[in-house]
Every structure is written in C-alpha cells, then in structure tokens.
C-alpha cells in the first residue's frame, strides 16, 4: 500500500510539471556551456588585443587583415567568432 501511495505521489508530482528533471538539467548544463563559452571569448578577446598593439608596436602598422592576424598568432586561437578592423586594430566578438 506504501509503494502504492509513493507511486501516485510521484505521478501527480511530474504530470504537475511542465517539463522533466531531466530537461530542466540539460538546460542549465547549457547555458552554463554557453556563459563559459563567452568567458573563454572575451578573455581571448582581450589576450589577442593587446598582441595587435605590440604588433603595431613592432610594426609600425596593424596587421593588414584577420588572416595575417592568424598566422602571426599561431594556432592557439580560434579567431572565427570576432570581427578585425584593420584600419583601428580593433577586435570585436560577433
């Protein structure tokens, strides 16, 4: 009869719910996929920054274009998810 009664409990309990446990989980997993996502971007954001000004430094000038950014950084970012000014140096998340 226990067994019964925690049955039904639990039953009223998730049709009383919009969504699942288990949904509601992999939604916050996400969007804490996403806040450290945009972290790791906009750090890398301000790391690639300052190399433009110690290249403008070095240079006289700022790096013609994003491709030529990219080859004096090496492969250690990922320059897809921002914009590159050649004209100013600046750098922008899209």
Same mark, same amino acid.
């Given at each position: 009869?226990?067994t019964f ?6 039953a ?5 719910? *919009? +969504?699942? #446990? ?18 790791? @971007?906009e750090?890398s954001l301000q ?5 433009i000004?110690?290249?403008?430094a070095m240079? *006289? +000038?700022? #790096?013609e274009?994003?491709e030529?950014l990219e ?7 990922d320059?897809e998810?921002y @914009? ?6 600046t750098l922008?998340l899209?």
């Amino acid at each position: 009869m226990k067994t019964f009664l925690l049955a039904c409990l639990v039953a009223l309990f998730f049709a009383g719910c *919009d +969504r699942s #446990p288990v949904e509601e989980f992999a939604d916050e997993m996400l969007a804490s996929y996403e806040i450290s996502r945009t972290a790791a @971007d906009e750090a890398s954001l301000q790391a690639i920054q300052r190399y433009i000004q110690s290249y403008r430094a070095m240079n *006289d +000038r700022y #790096p013609e274009s994003i491709e030529e950014l990219e080859s004096a950084l090496g492969t250690g970012y990922d320059l897809e998810p921002y @914009d590159y000014d050649p004209g100013s140096g600046t750098l922008t998340l899209r």
